[in-house]
Nanobody, 115 residues
């Protein structure tokens, strides 16, 4: 069983920055591949960024060059640094991982990009 808890969302102006954090518990964090997803109003949840247990990363085309995913295995944390934010980045951001038995989600954190 894995528990995930996101934090760091908020209201930011276009061009601004935010850093999201996801705290994981209940398992050996260093063995997990971790992901950030987002869901905008009226749209399906979409992948934003992935980081493997080896710290290899992958990004959605829409965020490449602006967002950075990272992890701190000593603290059981995964981060999403978001720069040059755009109104279309608005949504609820979710932390995700999975094992052989289940797919795990946090409760989400709201990010609103608006002037």
């Amino acid at each position: 069983q894995v528990q995930l808890a996101e934090s760091g969302g908020g209201l930011v102006q276009p061009g601004g920055s935010l850093r999201l954090s996801c705290a994981a518990s209940g398992t050996r964090f260093s063995l997990l591949n971790m992901g950030w997803y987002r869901q905008a109003p009226g749209k399906q949840r979409e992948l934003v960024a992935l980081i493997t247990r080896s710290s290899n990363t992958n990004y959605a085309d829409s965020v490449k060059g602006r967002f950075t995913i990272s992890r701190d295995n000593a603290k059981n944390l995964v981060y999403l640094q978001m720069n040059s934010l755009k109104p279309e980045d608005t949504g609820v951001y979710y932390c995700n991982t999975r094992d052989l038995t289940a797919n795990y989600w946090g409760q989400g954190t709201q990010v609103t990009v608006s002037s």
